[in-house]
T-cell receptor, first 116, second 111 residues
Framework: DTEVTQTPKHLVMGMTNKKSLKCEQH?????MYWYKQKAKKPPELMFV???????INESVPSRFSPECPNSSLLNLHLHALQPEDSALYLC???????????????FGPGTRLTVL | GENVEQHPSTLSVQEGDSAVIKCTYS??????FPWYKQELGKGPQLIID?????GEKKDQRIAVTLNKTAKHFSLHITETQPEDSAVYFC??????????FGAGTRLFVKA
């Protein structure tokens, strides 16, 4: 299985809602990532988990809260989002432990989020 | 900080022609250079990568070259087909988790 899956595919939420994005991989990868991608732009790194511990937080606002329940799952909890948070949210995974390892990342299809 | 510049931003070719996308990186410690293809409504897909100890790598119609001295790397697609139409991102990494992406090239292959 060389696939990263994400649910839901599309999500529309109001600014007062609480929702969660889910990501799953069964490649035995120990690093998992959340990226945000705006239209016609490259992906922007938000968070990295390595061995289920938060390794990188790229100064993301606290209304985004990541969670890594186990080595195969990654969640992104959303609360009190703003319309400018509307974007494609991508999950990725890689084998590396972040210490000089080459970082071949596999991306999921993304969740298209619209905040009203 | 690390920066990756990518050109052109848009490229239109006739089916069967070749397409070349060029990137320049700023951090001389970069040692891994992946290329991603992103089709509409999908996530980026790794299509080829090259490591700093290699100057060129080929996989069927796709090839990547790396010039470490000039800090340039390029993607070459030969015999282009309509299904090659997509956005292509180059990227650079110094190892570890952070990957710096170029701005992307929108490739159109006209049948």
């Amino acid at each position: 299985d060389t696939e990263v899956t994400q649910t839901p595919k599309h999500l529309v939420m109001g600014m007062t809602n609480k929702k969660s994005l889910k990501c799953e991989q069964h490649m035995g990868h120990r690093a998992m990532y959340w990226y945000k991608q705006k239209a016609k732009k490259p992906p922007e790194l938000m968070f990295v988990y390595s061995y289920e511990k938060l390794s990188i937080n790229e100064s993301v606002p606290s209304r985004f809260s990541p969670e890594c329940p186990n080595s195969s799952l990654l969640n992104l909890h959303l609360h009190a989002l703003q319309p400018e948070d509307s974007a494609l949210y991508l999950c990725a995974s890689s084998q590396g432990n972040g210490q000089g390892a080459y970082n071949e990342q596999f991306f999921g299809p993304g969740t298209r989020l619209t905040v009203l | 900080g690390e920066n990756v510049e990518q050109h052109p931003s848009t490229l239109s070719v006739q089916e069967g022609d070749s397409a070349v996308i060029k990137c320049t990186y700023s951090d001389s410690a970069s040692n891994y250079f992946p290329w991603y293809k992103q089709e509409l409504g999908k996530g980026p897909q790794l299509i080829i990568d090259i490591r700093s100890n290699v100057g060129e790598k080929k996989d069927q119609r796709i090839a990547v070259t790396l010039n470490k001295t000039a800090k340039h790397f390029s993607l070459h697609i030969t015999e282009t087909q309509p299904e090659d139409s997509a956005v292509y991102f180059c990227a650079a990494s110094t190892g570890g988790f952070k990957t710096i992406f170029g701005a992307g090239t929108r490739l159109f292959v006209k049948a």
